[in-house]
């Protein structure tokens, strides 16, 4: 091939090139923006953020689409970027209350960490689209970026103990709770039997 015909190539091909590493980075600067907003996520720089965004999958779901059922395997975790979800576990404390999750808000963080199941269901109340972050990807981030990947990993590490300590807190007021209204039947019940 003749020498100016190899320059034009080499012209376009890095103009197409360019052309989408600028859509790309316009994508992730999108993400990023969001990842911002997440309280979860705060305590990391915009630079790190920008490594993650890379790693995170848009899903799109319909009104009254179900996103996972209680049972699923988890795959990852989910950070709301636009609309809202509804969270139904039939087990307690819940008692099958709902609880609506909006933008920037994060659910399913546990099953990073392993083989759990997941413990409620979760439905779009609305067109609702979601940024997941898959285990393998985080996976894969650590592999690539091991500094941002245990900075993530750190993130999530302390978010599941502080709502282990709530869970804990809500669970020890519960019982109390319950022992009460117990022990003020219990003598009633107790003298009825044993007369």
Not at 32 to 60: D, G, K, Y
Not at 82 to 102: A, H, K, Y
Not at 151 to 168: C, D, F, I, K, Q
């Amino acid at each position: 091939m003749q020498a100016w015909i190899k320059k034009i190539l080499a012209i376009v091909r890095s103009g197409v090139s360019r052309m989408f590493a600028a859509r790309e980075d316009n994508s992730k600067a999108d993400v990023v923006a969001v990842l911002r907003e997440v309280n979860l996520l705060s305590a990391l720089t915009r630079r790190q953020l920008f490594h993650i965004a890379s790693s995170l999958h848009r899903r799109h779901y319909k009104r009254d689409e179900i996103i996972y059922y209680e049972g699923d395997p988890g795959l990852g975790l989910y950070i709301v970027e636009d609309g809202t979800v509804d969270l139904v576990s039939s087990s307690p404390p819940s008692d099958s209350s709902p609880s609506i999750l909006g933008s920037n808000q994060v659910f399913g963080v546990a099953s990073m960490f392993g083989d759990v199941r997941r413990e409620e269901t979760a439905r779009a109340t609305q067109q609702t689209s979601l940024l997941g972050l898959f285990s393998p990807e985080l996976k894969s981030l650590v592999r690539r970026n091991p500094a941002v990947g245990s900075a993530l990993l750190m993130v999530l590490a302390e978010y599941l103990a502080e709502t282990a300590v709530n869970n804990s807190r809500d669970y020890r007021s519960l019982a109390a709770s319950i022992s009460a209204q117990g022990s003020s039947d219990t003598p009633a019940a107790i003298v009825t039997e044993s007369q």
